[in-house]
């Protein structure tokens, strides 16, 4: 096939898609709550496809309303009697595996992944020191990874107390832990032991956190201080356009193209 290319000025007005980073982070809040969450602007992707299937297969429960359009009814605080989850198929998502990792392990006390390409090739390495550490054990094998607490499903797998990651690791190590550090039965700390690269990313996951009621706080020296005693409550909310992909379009409007951008978020925490 021929494809002919004739160069020409653009014009019109355009919104980005939905950040999938911020989506992610929205729908796992959502899981979290103790009560029915809606969520705007979903796109769907095949990454967050796998968080929804994989929250799923953990005992939420997501249905479509409308397009883009969806409600989550969280587990709330029946997290511990969720029971035993499946093996968990995070596709190629890379962010929903390492979001999902702390939180499958406090639902069922253990946990499965599994996914697809090459994604259980991707670096695990800061959370396998830190599980390791506190006596969960962590086996991958055969494109599957398993952890596990040794406590069963009826009690958290994780305790309070302090966690340390080094700052230059992918912000998704951090999000995992935040979002169930909040629900243990006391305070911790996550601790950076170099400068953060990403935290613009860590504090859209702390906003996630923050509409659902969940509250951090950052320290003095880069430490985040989580309260423990937690509860997510439901929220409403909309997922923001990707700065990321609107960067095509700003090129078109320095080339001299009217091209007008709408839907982004000036106060945004995406990178």
């Known amino acids: 096939m021929d494809l002919q290319i004739i160069p020409k000025k653009l014009s019109g007005t355009v919104t980005p898609p939905p950040s999938k980073s911020q989506a992610h982070r929205l729908l796992i809040a959502a899981a979290l709550s103790g009560g029915v969450s809606v969520i705007h602007g979903l796109a769907d992707s095949q990454d967050i496809q796998a968080t929804r299937r994989c929250l799923s297969d953990l005992g939420a429960w997501i249905e479509d309303v409308a397009p883009g359009t969806v409600r989550v009814h969280g587990l709330g605080n029946a997290i511990v009697e969720a029971g035993p989850a499946p093996i968990l198929d995070c596709g190629e998502s890379g962010s929903t595996l390492r979001f999902l990792i702390p939180l499958a392990l406090l639902v069922g006390g253990a946990a499965q992944f599994t996914g697809h390409g090459r994604l259980m090739e991707r670096p695990l390495k800061p959370y396998e020191e830190l599980f390791r550490e506190r006596g969960i054990a962590w086996e991958l094998k055969d494109g599957v990874l398993t952890v596990d607490g040794g406590k069963g499903y009826d009690d958290y797998a994780l305790s309070p107390?302090?966690?340390?990651?080094?700052?230059?690791?992918?912000?998704?190590?951090?999000?995992?832990?935040?979002?169930?550090?909040?629900?243990?039965?006391?305070?911790s700390t996550l601790v950076p032991t170099t400068r953060l690269e990403s935290v613009g990313y860590i504090n859209m996951t702390r906003q996630a956190m923050e509409l659902a009621g969940v509250r951090t706080q950052w320290q003095e020296g880069g430490a985040l201080l989580i309260p423990g005693n937690q509860r997510y409550a439901p929220f409403e909310a909309t997922v923001e356009a990707d700065w990321s992909q609107a960067a095509f379009w700003y090129a078109a409007q320095g080339l001299g193209s009217a091209v007008t951008v709408e839907g982004l978020n000036p106060k945004s925490f995406q990178g």
């Open 161 to 187: 107390g302090e966690y340390r990651l080094p700052g230059n690791v992918s912000s998704q190590f951090f999000t995992g832990l935040l979002f169930v550090l909040s629900l243990l039965d006391g305070d």
